[in-house]
């Protein structure tokens, strides 16, 4: 598997990273300290700092200064994991208690707040005011993405082109920007880190459609929680958009979601789970994925031939990758 | 009335910082938008505005760069806010609904969200790596004394040294480097922006004391809340605190705190107030923030004599003031 041999050639730089991540979160309040802690080690794929890495050998590569940028996005994306936990009252993620379930949505939306502050404190070794710009301006369409995602609850009406804005905020434009950081702290020319940012922001798109059809189609086992997940909290994702357009589906399945919501979270998801498996919703939004994911290795085009390139290609193909 | 006479000679520079701030906060987004200008019609004295202009006058006052660390400073100040009222389960706050009331717990902690990530992107516009490190160690110490808050949540073992770090965390620090960056900001000598510091942590030692006074002494009127709010909730102040020290009150008081907290929240704490109103622990502790003030103004001594200079003495008198 490729994917593996990508992650062991920047093995020693992701584990100087990881080291980072550890050091920062650190704290002498036990409190703060383990439930920080124990989300680092819930662990997960480090997915933006090998963009930044990998964005950074584009330029002139120094992980002492790209270091920061990649721990500085992997915290901040931490933090809104676990602010995020608290709005989709998940008890598990990645197969884990979340902090929320283990404490309280209190030490959740604190332990977040801090954890993004650590992420500004490793920002602050960083002297090039284009990268706070950046990161500020991606923090807050965050923010704005998540605000999105309550409001558009249970909200069957919402065209596919709102789901698209929102996951664009929510997920793609922090991985876009992983990409282009990486490049900008290596100095690397301005239409690479361009391009690396429209590659990325094509990827995240082609990541979060992926994990939607996922949290449709995939088992208990294969995700870490139970199927239809989204739909039992209101989050109507770009596969039940899709089966909604179906006039022969649509009125079942609009009967099941509002069953859902009259359910206040108590409410079964899988009778309307098993309606947007049955419908051309997953094959629609596979196809989207896939738009995005070509989109992505496009993009690449505009970069030189080399092992990062090729990394890159590879990462895009695996992360659109799906076996239900 | 000084303090009046202070904010009118700063107004046209506050001016300029209140519309920084509404246009930060603007956003296309409704609900947000409503959210947060809530917040921001709900006022306040800008203390903090005007402790960074204030900070400024003993450098090369340039308010084109200083505004953006006033704005910013307010702008975290109101995050800090907004999230505070979620773990206190604020109602009211300066006599208007608070977020968490008007809408919810999650609107409230992705508006806080919001506000921080607008602060850093005002805050990017500087270009002083020192005052971002100032900034964001400021905002991982404030997180920590709200994860303290909620640690001592009905704990009446703590000592007073232990309620004086947590408010050094949550209200003093913030204060203390508004009226240092205020100065390195405006290019001010070390020396200068160092007793500004030290001024501003002890103002806001005082500030914090007066404020949990005015929680047990206060009238509903005057504080735009129940008094014993803090009580009801748990958090144990220092008139509490040295209350609980008087012997022939600390059983009495004791069992009422623990009524308070059998209640989760039910309780009325109109019983333990009037306990703590009846002990020493008003008058040491007015003992104590008068101690903070003189400190501060003995700090002030260290700065040249100009019209800044007698403002944050009459600032400082001021914002201990007590009438109950």
Redesign the interface.
């Given at each position: 598997m490729k994917l593996m041999q990508i992650y062991a050639s920047l093995k020693s730089d992701l584990q100087t990273i990881e080291d980072t991540l550890a050091s920062s979160v650190a704290?002498d309040?036990p409190?703060?300290n383990e439930s920080a802690q124990h989300l680092l080690k819930a662990g997960g794929k480090r997915l933006r700092p090998v963009f930044v890495l990998l964005g950074g050998k584009f330029g002139d590569y120094d992980l002492e200064r790209i270091q920061y940028v990649a721990s500085a996005l992997e915290l901040i994306h931490m933090a809104s994991l676990v602010?995020d936990d608290?709005?989709d009252d998940a008890d598990t993620r990645r197969g884990q208690q979340t902090v929320k379930a283990k404490w309280d949505?209190?030490?959740a939306?604190?332990?977040?707040?801090?954890i993004?502050?650590?992420a500004?404190?490793v920002?602050?070794?960083?002297?090039d005011?284009r990268i706070?710009?950046i990161?500020?301006?991606a923090?807050?369409q965050?923010?704005?993405g998540?605000?999105?995602q309550?409001?558009d609850f249970f909200n069957v009406e919402q065209s596919v082109r709102n789901y698209l804005l929102r996951i664009r905020r929510k997920t793609a434009l922090l991985i876009a920007i992983s990409c282009q950081l990486g490049a900008i702290a290596a100095g690397a020319p301005k239409e690479f880190a361009d391009a690396l940012y429209r590659y990325g922001y094509r990827v995240g798109m082609a990541f979060q459609i992926t994990d939607d059809l996922l949290d449709v189609c995939g088992t208990e086992k294969k995700i870490g929680k139970p199927p239809g997940s989204d739909l039992r909290q209101g989050n109507i994702t770009l596969p039940v958009l899709y089966a909604l357009q179906e006039s022969g589906l649509r009125d079942q399945l609009l009967a099941e979601i509002e069953r859902i919501r009259a359910g206040a979270g108590e409410a079964n998801s899988s009778a309307a789970v098993k309606l947007v498996r049955g419908s051309g919703g997953i094959k629609a939004s596979e196809r989207l994925a896939d738009r995005y994911t070509a989109g992505a290795l496009h993009e690449l085009d505009r970069l030189p031939n080399t092992p990062a390139k090729r990394n890159l290609a590879e990462i895009a193909k695996f992360v659109a990758q799906r076996s239900y």
């Open positions: 704290s309040l409190l703060l602010h608290v709005i949505n209190r030490i939306m604190f332990t977040g707040d801090y993004n502050g650590k500004l404190v920002a602050s070794q960083l002297r005011a706070h710009q990161l500020s301006g923090i807050v965050m923010c704005i998540e605000m999105e309550i409001r």
